[in-house]
């Protein structure tokens, strides 16, 4: 069993940064991969980035592409999203999530079997 909380979100201008973290407990996630999602007011939750457990290999929606990283520190059983040129589509509660089995999981909402209880990220104009 895995669990994990999230941190880091708040209200940020248009064109601003945050760092959202990630922390796990319960076991090692060091061989699974692990991801963020978000999930706007009325929206579906959707894909936002995800990393393998090495960190070699990333994957991000194409609108935070070039705007978002992930990123993980594996002794801290930590995973990172770095926000920057934040819009108002940004908006939203980001879940981070993590992969049951080894083996890349890639941006399919199905592959992630441990999510937490998400960080409120609002971006205003």
């Known amino acids: 069993q895995v669990e994990l909380v999230e941190s880091g979100g708040g209200l940020v201008q248009a064109g601003g940064s945050l760092r959202l973290s990630c922390e796990a407990s319960g076991r090692s996630v060091n061989t699974l991969s692990m991801g963020w999602f978000r999930q706007a007011p009325g929206k579906e939750r959707e894909f936002v980035a995800t990393i393998s457990w090495s960190g070699h290999t990333t994957w991000y929606v194409d609108s935070v592409r070039g705007r978002f990283t992930i990123s993980r520190d594996n002794a801290k059983n930590m995973v990172y999203l770095q926000m920057s040129s934040l819009k108002p589509e940004d908006t939203a509660k980001y879940y981070c999530?993590?992969?049951?089995?080894?083996?890349?999981?890639?941006?399919?909402?199905?592959?992630?079997?441990?999510w937490g209880q998400g960080t409120q990220v609002t971006v205003s104009s």
């Open positions: 999530a993590c992969a049951a089995r080894t083996g890349w999981a890639g941006p399919d909402f199905g592959q992630y079997d441990y």
